[in-house]
């Protein structure tokens, strides 16, 4: 049964950093891409990151490419988020999602298994 479990989430004051993770269990990371999106009410869930399996490759949006880093750690079953010089308009429900396959996707549709979400406020 393959699951995803993220954590790390919570309130930040503005310029703070947090560190979420994702534990995957049920498959074997490895051989997937694997991405964080984010969602606020009343919005469209965002790609913010994804980290492919076949060569390492990372993709950003513009609004946190240089603020953001998402990594992975194969052996742990692991992906990770990194987020510093967090804004206000970063406050949303993080999310962690298998790909497809092993190629970055940047859209929702090009993932099958999501995490239950971790809620990131960043507010003074």
């Known amino acids: 049964q393959v699951q995803l479990v993220e954590s790390g989430g919570g309130l930040v004051q503005p310029g703070g950093s947090l560190r979420l993770s994702c534990v995957a269990s049920?498959?074997?990371?490895?051989?997937?891409?694997m991405g964080w999106f984010r969602q606020v009410p009343g919005k469209e869930r965002e790609a913010i990151a994804c980290?492919?399996?076949?060569?390492?490759?990372?993709w950003y949006p513009d609004s946190v490419e240089g603020r953001f880093t998402i990594s992975r750690d194969n052996a742990k079953n692991t992906v990770y988020l990194r987020m510093n010089r967090l804004k206000p308009e970063d406050t949303a429900v993080y999310y962690c999602?298998?790909?497809?396959?092993?190629?970055?996707?940047?859209?929702?549709?090009?993932?099958?298994?999501w995490g239950q979400g971790t809620q990131v406020t960043a507010s003074s």
């Open positions: 999602a298998r790909g497809y396959g092993s190629s970055c996707a940047i859209r929702p549709q090009g993932y099958d298994y």
């Open positions: 980290t492919s399996a076949s060569d390492g490759t990372t």
């Open positions: 049920g498959f074997t990371l490895d051989y997937y891409s």
